[in-house]
T-cell receptor, first 117, second 111 residues
Framework: DGGITQSPKYLFRKEGQNVTLSCEQN?????MYWYRQDPGQGLRLIYY???????QKGDIAEGYSVSREKKESFPLTVTSAQKNPTAFYLCASRGGQGRSGGSYEQYFGPGTRLTVT | GQNIDQPTEMTATEGAIVQINCTYQTSGFNGLFWYQQHAGEAPTFLSY????GLEEKGRFSSFLSRSKGYSYLLLKELQMKDSASYLC????????????FGAGTRLFVKA
């Protein structure tokens, strides 16, 4: 059955190391998103991609990079330039028509909790 | 700019009704979403409103007033499993149809 997967669920890294978070979807969705969630805050958009080989910066792109070489995959790299990388990272995808016939809701993966020490 | 406000926390009793409010300011409004998020898990879609009025879906209903920049999520016959965060999110057709999320309202359902 279709869905969106992220791995791993928990990730630990030392400060100064780059780390790549995986996001894969088999929903045949064109648009994919990366969000960061910190305690007491809403989801903040890091990067998004509306089509293969194209992506745009979100509101907090500094210190992150992405690629979209395949429709199914949208990996996020957290670089050593990201000042405060410890957070819960959520990947999402969106199709052209939602279950409610045009709602365009996003489908979220289970998230990766990254801890950098 | 864009802004979404919702209460930080609410507490309600099992079997009761609770209303979670959301006010927003945005340009190019293109729909309002409610998502449910249990602790440590991914948000899941609950409802979508793009026109004014009430949308009912089982125990959950969502209301929108575009002129007031206001929405609410109504949960009836509360169950313990409804304890979760409820995220209000607004889609804007400016800047590439981005969705802005509120900080969420943590709902505690007590017996």
């Amino acid at each position: 059955d279709g869905g969106i997967t992220q791995s791993p669920k928990y990730l630990f890294r030392k400060e100064g190391q780059n780390v790549t978070l995986s996001c894969e979807q088999n929903l045949n969705h064109d648009a994919m998103y990366w969000y960061r969630q910190d305690p007491g805050q809403g989801l903040r958009l890091i990067y998004y991609s509306q089509i293969v080989n194209d992506f745009q910066k979100g509101d907090i792109a500094e210190g992150y990079s992405v690629s979209r070489e395949k429709k199914e995959s949208f990996p996020l790299t957290v670089t050593s330039a990201q000042k405060n990388p410890t957070a819960f990272y959520l990947c999402a995808s969106r199709g052209g028509q939602g279950r409610s016939g045009g709602s365009y809701e996003q489908y979220f993966g289970p998230g990766t909790r990254l801890t950098v020490t | 700019g864009q802004n979404i406000d919702q209460p930080t926390e609410m507490t309600a009793t099992e079997g009761a009704i609770v209303q979670i409010n959301c006010t927003y300011q945005t340009s190019g409004f293109n729909g309002l979403f409610w998502y449910q998020q249990h602790a440590g898990e991914a948000p899941t879609f609950l409802s979508y409103n793009v026109l004014d009025g009430l949308e009912e879906k089982g125990r959950f209903s969502s209301f929108l007033s575009r002129s007031k920049g206001y929405s609410y999520l109504l949960l009836k016959e509360l169950q313990m499993k409804d304890s979760a965060s409820y995220l209000c999110a607004v889609r804007s057709n400016t800047g590439g149809f981005k969705t802005i999320f509120g900080a969420g309202t943590r709902l505690f359902v007590k017996a």
